[in-house]
């Protein structure tokens, strides 16, 4: 199985996603706002992506973002 965005669309490695909610990280002091990009996303597992935030690497779960056209 491939990860799915929150519309259902598959996503790959390379590809840019936007969040679709609030996300709170541990170890972050600040949240992910709604809308913002996320670039060269590296899929994980069947529900996961792995993404670069500055120097931070972080997972996050696939159904909380949308695929960028």
């Known amino acids: 199985m491939e990860p799915r965005d929150a519309s259902g669309h ?3 490695d390379g590809d840019s996603v936007t ?3 609030d996300l709170k990280v541990k170890g972050m ?3 992910l706002k709604r ?3 996320l670039k060269n ?3 994980e597992s069947d529900t996961s992506i792995e993404c670069k ?3 931070s ?3 996050v779960i696939a159904a909380f973002v ?3 056209k």
């Open 10 to 12: 598959i996503l790959q």
């Open 29 to 31: 002091p600040k949240v």
């Open 57 to 59: 690497t972080i997972s």
């Open 19 to 21: 969040l679709a909610k």
């Open 35 to 37: 809308g913002e990009t």
């Open 53 to 55: 935030i500055g120097k």
């Open 41 to 43: 996303i590296k899929v």
């Open 66 to 68: 949308k695929k960028k």
